[in-house]
T-cell receptor, first 112, second 118 residues
Framework: QKEVEQDPGPLSVPEGAIVSLNCTYS??????FMWYRQYSRKGPELLMY????GNKEDGRFTAQVDKSSKYISLFIRDSQPSDSATYLC????????????FGEGTQLTVNP | NAGVTQTPKFRILKIGQSMTLQCAQD?????MYWYRQDPGMGLKLIYY???????DKGEVPNGYNVSRSTTEDFPLRLELAAPSQTSVYFC?????????????????FGEGSRLTVL
């Protein structure tokens, strides 16, 4: 079983829509969860991270963790064409947690 | 502020050739990584380094070698290139204060090196 799995999409939505991006993970011991955003032909960049369960909000973005079902979500409100990118969930692994295991990534297109 | 710099950005190799992908960071980060990204497959860790002189294998190390002689540089060597090594390669760095300090997971990535093996 993969440590983290993500629906690769692609996902296409109209501007202003609420977007839900999701990942599942296998190990209930995982505590930190991250979302990276990757624009076309660029390297990924950290968007948000959360610790344990609950929600974390940053502007139009909300990261949510449900540890009981081992499910993590990223919600984007009032989506904009500039949000068009690939979104990757990631979980820190290794002694210091700095080695990340990534999901497959979901390609999102927001149409004007 | 350059961050993580990768060279070359593009390269075409013939089967059996060798080459080195260069990576340099100017943020004084102790951790460095090489990932490869194939369509629909996310990022897979090839090798990583926790400091100068220390390297370790990731998920997919076969066919690659690395060295870390300085804090700044982490080159990735491909020996005997094969079509399966056609991919986009990303170098990244991060700063980790203490083992077990999981709140240091932010990786800073370069812009990638696109390699095609024909």
């Amino acid at each position: 079983q993969k440590e983290v799995e993500q629906d690769p999409g692609p996902l296409s939505v109209p501007e202003g829509a609420i977007v839900s991006l999701n990942c599942t993970y296998s190990n209930s011991a995982f505590q930190y969860f991250m979302w990276y955003r990757q624009y076309s032909r660029k390297g990924p960049e950290l968007l948000m991270y959360t610790y344990s369960s609950g929600n974390k909000e940053d502007g139009r973005f909300t990261a949510q963790v449900d540890k009981s079902s081992k499910y993590i979500s990223l919600f984007i409100r009032d989506s904009q064409p500039s949000d068009s990118a690939t979104y990757l969930c990631a979980i820190p692994r290794g002694t210091s947690g700095s080695r990340l295991t990534f999901g497959e990534g979901t390609q999102l297109t927001v149409n004007p | 502020n350059a961050g993580v710099t990768q060279t070359p950005k593009f390269r075409i190799l013939k089967i059996g050739q060798s080459m080195t992908l260069q990576c340099a960071q100017d943020m004084n980060h102790n951790y460095m990584y090489w990932y490869r990204q194939d369509p629909g497959m996310g990022l897979k860790l090839i090798y990583y380094s926790v400091g100068a002189g220390i390297t370790d294998k990731g998920e997919v190390p076969n066919g690659y070698n690395v060295s870390r002689s300085t804090t700044e540089d982490f080159p990735l060597r491909l020996e005997l290139a094969a079509p399966s090594q056609t991919s986009v390669y990303f170098c990244a760095s991060s700063y980790s204060r203490d083992p077990g300090d999981f709140n240091t997971g932010e990786l800073f990535f370069g812009e990638g090196s696109r390699l095609t093996v024909l």
